[in-house]
């Protein structure tokens, strides 16, 4: 279910972005010009950046998907102290 909840969300907020941009009167507003494709790319791998630094991160700091483990707390779970 809150997977479902989280891709309409995305799907929405996609849908809002180019109907800012392609509905005439609304980008008329707000002042905006329509992206070509080469822009349409750029902005493309922007927005791609934050979840491949999050998880490069998770893989380097053992974070659990709540990010409450720490690399030390990991491995005391693992190989405890004597």
Do not use: R
């Amino acid at each position: 279910m809150n997977l479902i909840v989280m891709l309409l969300a995305v799907a929405l907020s996609i849908a809002l972005l180019l109907l800012a941009v392609y509905f005439h009167p609304l980008a008329k507003v707000l002042t905006l010009a329509m992206p070509t494709a080469g822009e349409w790319l750029f902005i493309l791998g922007m927005s791609l950046i934050p979840m491949v630094v999050v998880q490069v991160l998770k893989q380097f700091t053992c974070l659990n998907p709540f990010g409450k483990d720490t690399l030390k707390e990991a491995t005391e779970k693992v190989v405890p102290e004597p």
